[in-house]
């Protein structure tokens, strides 16, 4: 299967090696040596062109995760669904995204404007996109950082508050642990990847950028 590869800027010399080894193992279940460059990526989807221009279709979004080299290493080999099952979506998610005819495309950047996803850069970067929220954030942040998802939330006032905006702004799950790593649904106390924040930007902000679009199928 032929995956098509477009590149942004300077993005053939930063991302072809990684490219051609997702496309050349997509759907088949091997595992290839995967070049570390330097670069993050997260999975983006759309109807049209226009949903694939930015690092999320939301053009509310102002924070995004990403993964790094490492992390979508764990990518390569898989079909569409999996992809999507290993970043989180589940089964019931996957199968109205496909009926409703949606693309999928794997978006490259380079990682120098990535930030840790802990707690403190969580709220810090939240605190400077979102301003409105500010003060909120700084009220809630001492506690917020010690609960859990459930916890938060029955805490109420300020802290209850945030944990929500946050989950609606820029879907900060139930998985969401602020350590810098994502976990898996069958397992959350067990770190899986490096996980990053970055402010979310036309793909054309970057120097370098990469779209590597797949197919995803449910039977």
């Known amino acids: 299967m032929r995956l098509e590869i477009t590149f942004g800027g300077g993005g053939e010399a930063l991302f ?13 279940g091997v595992s290839l040596a995967v070049p570390d460059d330097g670069f993050a990526g997260r999975v983006l989807r759309g109807t049209d062109d226009s949903a694939f221009r930015s690092l999320s279709s939301d053009p509310r979004r102002r924070i995004v995760f990403l993964l790094d080299t490492e992390g979508l290493s764990g990518l390569v080999g898989l079909g569409g669904a999996d992809i999507l099952r290993y970043i989180g979506y589940n089964d019931a998610t996957i199968e109205d ?3 409703r005819d ?23 970067l939240a605190a400077e996109v979102y301003p409105e929220w500010r003060r909120r954030i700084e009220r809630a942040a001492p506690r917020l950082c010690r609960l859990s998802y459930s916890e938060a939330l029955a805490a109420g ?17 139930t998985l969401f642990a602020g350590d ?11 770190p ?21 679009e797949f197919p995803v199928s449910v039977l």
């Open 192 to 212: 899986v990847w490096a996980e990053y924040l970055a402010r979310s930007q036309p793909l054309d902000a970057f120097d370098s950028s990469c779209l590597i």
């Open 157 to 173: 006032g300020d802290v209850a508050a945030v944990r929500r905006f946050l989950r609606d702004e820029i879907n900060v799950n």
């Open 180 to 190: 810098g790593y994502t976990r898996h649904p069958d397992n959350v106390e067990a």
């Open 97 to 99: 995204l496909v009926a």
């Open 102 to 124: 949606t693309r999928f495309k794997l978006a490259l950047i380079p990682s120098a404007a990535l930030k840790l996803a802990t707690w403190d850069n969580l709220l810090g």
């Open 16 to 28: 072809a090696g990684f490219a051609r080894v997702f496309a050349q193992a997509f759907g088949r």
